[in-house]
């Protein structure tokens, strides 16, 4: 199966149904089937060959939406790159995947140019929305920049897709992520890997076509990718939103389209933990999703209290793979630590410094076997090495996740943290997920985040950074006797940070990096 099916086939079966909801205007599965048709046929002609790389550096809209699937229709493979990127990692990532077309805002056009030296690969960009000032051209100049809605105009008589020599062991997508060091690496997905983890994910959500999703995550951040492929996947609505950044016009929105499944982070549900939710009829709400971190039992406990109608599923997933488990609904109320077990299609267990498999209750790290496993890295072999190791069956690889676990007797996941955030203070190793979730029980501390620093007595000493909820006050000694109370004593940090508000990547996760001492 091929990932541009998935609105194929609901266009067919369902071409009048709306599809996307955007700025306020809907949009049908035929309407986004035929202009994603056209725009394919648009980049064929331009010269796509199969295989190419396109970028997408939009903002989520009508345009990104088309762009997937008009890429994956002529046979290449999609780069989505987060809009709020700057030139200098746009540049890397264009060129470290040798882009051939790039879709833009036409407001970033001056700054392609600008820097066309740069990007020798690049041969054509498509720019979105009207010209704000006459644009000269030039015969000899690379990239040739092409308008979408010309683009769109040329080929209006072309309904039908491009004949495509794609199968499903190809790539699909490059979606780029931060190591813990250097630059960005590219996540090789097959259509394979992508319409395996999107039949997974809305099996166990029990996805259908009544379903109207509301997403406010960037189509770059494959959280936020993923609620667009399930929803066309089972022929639901998608609500798609450029961001959280105004939390009660994202509830009214959840109010007015009758929404039926929210994802959200961890940072998001901080927020509107902050909010008097009483004021708003969530009662068309199914479900909430949280993967990106774990989310904090306190949370999980607090959302239940209010809102006892809605469904929880608490997840944990990677780029390297999409996702890997989830919690069953009839274990969220006794299990709030967990994660969850293996998503359906899918082998998980725990491995030893070694590779040797670990019986239940140790800690160890987490490998993940399935359909939904990574290609690799792209250009990346020494990369890929780390994460893809050979299988105990031949000619297989398991994906090496890099995040300590343990598993219980039943199978049940509990996340313990990333290898490499492992605190190492007076010859013992601390998590700072568990000194977070505890953190988290405070009524007083609204979010938490603890990394080590160097020290030279202890190895690292650990500092927790915190803030606080609305009209709230703490001292770093109640905060510490706080800890005393919950925690080892070689787990209590030695140092409390108050924060008006923790840094957060693109993608609405705690960025630790920014906390780091250097």
């Given amino acids: 199966m091929l990932l541009q099916s998935l609105l194929e086939q609901s266009a067919h079966n369902l071409p009048d149904k709306i599809a996307l909801i955007v700025d306020q205007r809907r949009y049908t599965y035929l309407e986004i089937?035929?202009?994603?048709?056209?725009?394919?046929?648009?980049?064929?002609?331009?010269?796509?060959?199969?295989?190419?790389?396109?970028?997408i550096h939009l903002d989520n809209t009508l345009e990104a939406v088309v762009s997937i699937f008009a890429v994956l229709k002529a046979g290449g493979v999609f780069v989505m790159v987060n809009p709020t990127t700057k030139i200098d990692k746009l540049t890397y990532v264009l060129n470290n995947c040798r882009a051939r077309i790039l879709i833009i805002p036409e407001k970033k056009r001056a700054i392609i140019v600008e820097h066309s030296d740069l990007l020798p690969h690049l041969k054509t960009a498509v720019s979105v929305g009207p010209a704000t000032s006459?644009?000269?051209?030039?015969?000899?100049?690379?990239?040739?920049?092409?308008?979408?809605?010309?683009?769109?105009?040329?080929f209006a008589e072309c309904m039908n897709p491009p004949a495509t020599r794609t199968?499903?062991?190809?790539?699909?997508?490059l979606v780029y992520?931060?190591?813990?060091?250097?630059?960005?690496?590219?996540?090789m997905l097959t259509h394979l890997n992508m319409t395996s983890a999107a039949r997974s994910i809305t099996t166990y959500l029990m996805n259908e076509p009544e379903d109207i999703i509301l997403n406010v995550l960037p189509l770059s951040f494959d959280y936020g990718l993923y609620q667009l492929l399930m929803a066309f996947r089972v022929g639901a609505t998608l609500v798609l939103e450029k961001s959280f950044t105004y939390p009660h016009a994202v509830l009214q929105r959840i109010i007015d389209e009758q929404v039926t499944g929210f994802p959200l982070v961890p940072t998001m549900s901080a927020i509107?933990?902050?909010?008097?939710?009483?004021k708003y009829d969530f009662s068309k709400l199914r479900y909430i999703t949280n993967t990106g971190a774990a989310l904090p039992t306190e949370h999980i406990l607090t959302f239940r209290k209010r809102l006892p109608h809605v469904q929880i599923f608490s997840m944990y997933g990677l780029t390297e793979c999409k996702r890997v488990s989830y919690l069953p609904l009839d274990q969220v109320d006794t299990r709030t630590g967990s994660v969850g077990i293996a998503m359906p299609d899918t082998e998980v267990f725990i491995v030893d410094d070694a590779g040797h498999r670990l019986p239940p209750e140790h800690v160890g790290e987490l490998v993940v076997r399935g359909a939904n496993v990574m290609k690799g890295y792209w250009e990346a072999p020494d990369r890929t090495a780390e994460r893809l190791k050979p299988a105990?069956?031949?000619?297989?690889?398991?994906?090496?996740?890099?995040?300590l676990f343990r598993m219980d007797r039943e199978g049940y996941l509990y996340f313990v943290g990333r290898r490499d955030d492992i605190i190492k203070s007076r010859g013992e190793k601390v998590s700072p997920k568990e000194v977070e979730n505890v953190l988290f029980t405070h009524e007083r501390i609204s979010e938490a985040a603890v990394v080590g620093d160097p020290d030279p007595v202890l190895g690292q000493s650990i500092r927790a950074i915190v803030t606080l909820m609305p009209g709230q006050e703490l001292t770093e000694k109640e905060v510490l006797a706080y800890c005393r109370k919950h925690l080892e004593d070689f787990m209590v940090p030695q140092k409390i940070e108050f924060r008006d508000e923790l840094p957060k990547s693109p993608n609405g996760k705690v960025d630790k990096k920014q906390l780091t001492l250097p």
Avoid at 272 to 278: F, H, N, Q, T, Y
């Fill in 33 to 55: 089937e035929q202009q994603s048709n056209r725009l394919a046929r648009a980049l064929l002609q331009r010269g796509l060959e199969r295989g190419d790389r396109v970028a």
């Fill in 134 to 154: 006459p644009q000269e051209t030039n015969e000899l100049q690379m990239p040739r920049f092409e308008s979408w809605e010309l683009l769109q105009a040329e």
């Fill in 167 to 173: 199968i499903s062991i190809d790539l699909a997508a």
């Fill in 177 to 187: 992520t931060s190591g813990s060091t250097g630059n960005p690496k590219g996540v």
């Fill in 272 to 278: 509107l933990l902050k909010m008097d939710l009483s």
């Fill in 392 to 403: 105990e069956i031949p000619n297989e690889m398991y994906l090496y996740t890099g995040d």
